[in-house]
């Protein structure tokens, strides 16, 4: 299939924004630089506009998740939006019971643990998705040539929540069900990978430029268990977006030893997190995947100078990778005085203003 003649990357808006040709592989100048959590309690117009709106409520409402959306664009000037959602909107649009809790993130009603629950998951209903589309059309027609990525949780991840009940710091049942249980696993983890995928796909055909699949907590698997019993369900949660011509980026935390796997399933970029640096990543996956990240959150709240002797350090070990999307090794903490990523983007597009073709 392809994508619908209106859709930015088709008529030709975005096709050469720096962040699509860096996701393609060709080293810009400037880089492109966004945030992972760029739209969120960092910004006080943020906090304003979510007072008394319960978070999943302001994803499915979507003029406001539009607005989030287009918030931190406008202030800060990144090279990207990424669309305001949350990787459990689709199990919350499937039926799921879900809230988010302040603090604390995803937290379900009853958790998801035997092969009768696992048989008991409801189907999404494609119609569910339209708050969803509607969103993301109202951005992109904001947006003009920044792109729009969409996002969705891999299936670990969100079966994680789901088995757990809530977020959790290890994810020990998660792991001692796929061991113990690897028919459940693979039923359960078989229906995250379709919800989420369906989820991802609704986001791309309504606008989104590139995909990007988030696998927070694939940082606690070994290699083997990741390649074996997780990796084909994140494929097939890219598998609804294989056909469609946009950049697919795969993103983990701690995932240093994982990230030739996490590149495997089919991803044309990969998101590296602060604990491993760029130029070890671009080596540990042979010098031909384009790299996303690696500014350390921590140092968001460090004295300036501290901060910019680690970005110039970020950029060039990019430089190592045949492209370089600067962004964070994760979220920006909500404590972030956001006048300092404002700052950041203005430093990352100057200083490489100068270095590719
Ligand atoms: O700017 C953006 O990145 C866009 C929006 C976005 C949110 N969640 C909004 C959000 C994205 C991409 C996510 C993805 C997400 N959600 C992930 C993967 C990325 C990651 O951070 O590892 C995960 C694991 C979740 C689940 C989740 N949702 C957690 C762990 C939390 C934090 C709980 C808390 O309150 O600290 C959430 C809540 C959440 N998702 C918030 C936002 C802006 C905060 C809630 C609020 O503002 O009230």
Redesign the pocket.
């Known amino acids: 299939m392809t994508l619908p003649e209106q859709h930015p990357l088709v008529s030709g808006r975005t096709a050469d924004s720096s962040l699509i040709r860096s996701y393609r592989g060709e080293r810009t100048a400037p880089l492109p630089v966004w945030f992972?959590?760029?739209?969120?309690?960092s910004l006080p117009e943020y906090r304003a506009l979510?007072e008394g709106v319960a978070?999943l409520d302001s994803c499915l409402t979507p003029a406001m998740a539009s607005e989030i959306t287009l918030q931190p664009v406008r202030r800060h000037r990144v090279d990207a939006a990424?669309?305001?959602?949350?990787?459990?909107i689709p199990l919350k649009l499937a039926g799921i019971g879900v809230e988010?809790v302040?603090?604390?993130?995803?937290v379900m009603d009853a958790p998801v643990r035997t092969a009768a629950d696992v048989a008991a998951l409801p189907e999404l209903d494609p119609a569910a998705l339209a708050p969803i589309e509607e969103a993301v059309a109202m951005t992109v027609a904001e947006l003009g040539e920044t792109p729009l990525i969409g996002?969705a949780?891999a299936p670990f991840?969100l079966a994680s929540y789901l088995v757990e009940g809530g977020?959790s710091r290890e994810q020990l049942r998660t792991r001692a069900l796929m061991h113990s249980e690897p028919e459940v696993w693979d039923r359960l983890l078989a229906w995250t990978a379709d919800v989420t995928g369906v989820f991802l796909r609704a986001q791309v055909l309504a606008g989104a430029s590139a995909a990007q699949l988030?696998d927070?907590w694939a940082g606690s698997l070994s290699l083997t268990d990741y390649r074996e019993r997780v990796a084909p369900h994140s494929e097939r949660a890219l598998d609804h977006v294989r056909d469609l011509p946009v950049p697919r980026v795969h993103f983990g935390?701690g995932t240093g030893e994982l990230l030739a796997a996490m590149r495997d399933v089919g991803a044309d970029v990969v998101g590296v997190d602060h604990r491993i640096p760029l130029d070890e990543a671009n080596r540990r996956l042979g010098g031909g995947t384009p790299l996303q990240g690696n500014i350390d959150p921590a140092l968001l709240s460090a004295p300036w100078p501290v901060l910019e002797a680690h970005v110039r350090d970020v950029i060039t070990r990019g430089g190592e990778a045949p492209a370089h999307v600067v962004n964070l090794g994760?979220?920006v903490p909500p404590e972030t005085d956001p006048d300092v990523l404002t700052r950041l983007v203005d430093f990352v597009h100057t200083s490489t203003s100068g270095t590719g073709e």
């Open positions: 992972m959590r760029q739209a969120g309690r979510r978070m990424i669309f305001f959602s949350d990787i459990v988010i302040a603090g604390r993130g995803p996002f949780g991840t977020p988030f927070s935390v994760h979220g």
